[in-house]
Structure formats: structure tokens, C-alpha cells
Nanobody, 116 residues
Framework: VQLVESGGGLVQPGGSLRLSCTVS????????MRWYRQAPGKERELVAAISNLDGTTVYGNSVKGRFTISRDNGKNTVFLQMNSLKPEDTAVYYC??????????WGQGTQVTVSS
């Protein structure tokens, strides 16, 4: 199983980015997919999650109303649309998949830097 994130980069405050997580050998439609982030000196925190059952989404309090998680089952890819970015959103963003049997997989992470 391989998860590959992309789409990170440098953006000004108020800007937008869309992260992608392309998964191989595991169906995103059958897994709970999550985005986490970790800033320097801080613990990893949950950003967003999407259910494998009904597509229900959950967001961390700090990103509610600004970020949107979605998935494209045909492309086996999960997205994180990030709008109204703030400097405090600067972190390495990780994609995570958890199967019905409880196996967990991680991507290598993609850096997001919000700075003027």
C-alpha cells in the first residue's frame, strides 16, 4: 500500500491550496481517510476525515469552514481543499488511511508554508 501526497507549497495568507493523496493497492472508498498535520515543535493533529461508509466528514476546530476533504473513488485519490490560509496552518500535512481491519498507512507528507 502506498500513499503519495502532493500539492503543498508556499502561499500567502488568505490564499488557497489543494492537497492530493493518491493511494495504490487500497481502495479509498473502503477506508477511513484522514489528513493530519504537524508543525515544528507541536504534536500531530487531525485536520479532516472522511468516512468509508457514508462519506461523513469531520474537521478539526481550527480549520472548520476553511478546509474541505473529499475523495474521487475513480482516481482513488483524496483531496484537501484549503482556503483562507493562515500562517498558523504552516505544517507538514500527512495523509492517513485506516482499513476496516484496522490497518493504518501513512504518506510521506507534504510541506505547506503560509507566509508573506
Amino acid at each position: 500500500v502506498q500513499l503519495v501526497e502532493s500539492g503543498g507549497g508556499l502561499v500567502q495568507p488568505g490564499g488557497s491550496l489543494r492537497l492530493s493523496c493518491t493511494v495504490s493497492r487500497l481502495a479509498v472508498s473502503r477506508s477511513v481517510m484522514r489528513w493530519y498535520r504537524q508543525a515544528p515543535g507541536k504534536e500531530r493533529e487531525l485536520v479532516a476525515a472522511i468516512s468509508n461508509l457514508d462519506g461523513t466528514t469531520v474537521y478539526g476546530n481550527s480549520v472548520k469552514g476553511r478546509f474541505t476533504i473529499s475523495r474521487d473513488n475513480g482516481k482513488n485519490t483524496v483531496f484537501l481543499q484549503m482556503n483562507s490560509l493562515k500562517p498558523e496552518d504552516t505544517a507538514v500535512y500527512y495523509c492517513n488511511a485506516v482499513t476496516r481491519s484496522g490497518d493504518a498507512y501513512w504518506g510521506q507528507g507534504t510541506q505547506v508554508t503560509v507566509s508573506s
